[in-house]
Nanobody, 124 residues
């Protein structure tokens, strides 16, 4: 079992920054990712990182968001800068405990565990 606890969401003006954190406990994870679900829309991939520090981003956040991981703390961070109103969503942390060969980073079905979500609201 893996428990994921997210923190760091909130309300910010457009152009501002926020940092999300996700602490995992219970067992080590191969990869961790962030997804988001805007109001009235489906959950979508944002970013992911593996144990070996490979990183992946969706195109809309490249250059603005940075995912990082502290393996010693089993914690993943999402530094979000130059935020836009369209970044408004509930952000979810997810953990994958399998191996690289079956890891499809952008697919929610790949991940084994999910956090409770944290709201990020960007005002214009």
């Amino acid at each position: 079992q893996v428990q994921l606890v997210e923190s760091g969401g909130g309300l910010v003006q457009a152009g501002g920054s926020l940092r999300l954190s996700c602490a995992a406990s219970g067992r080590s994870t191969y990869a961790m990712g962030w997804f988001r679900q805007p109001p009235g829309k489906e959950r979508e991939f944002v970013a992911a990182t593996t144990w070996g520090s490979l990183t992946y981003y969706t195109d809309s956040v490249k250059g603005r968001f940075t995912i990082s991981r502290d393996n010693a703390k089993n914690t993943v961070y999402l530094q979000m800068s130059s935020l836009k109103p369209e970044d408004t969503a509930v952000y979810y942390c997810a953990a994958y405990i399998g191996s690289y060969g079956t890891f499809t980073y952008q697919s929610p079905q790949t991940y084994d565990y999910w956090g409770q979500g944290t709201q990020v609201t960007v005002s214009s």
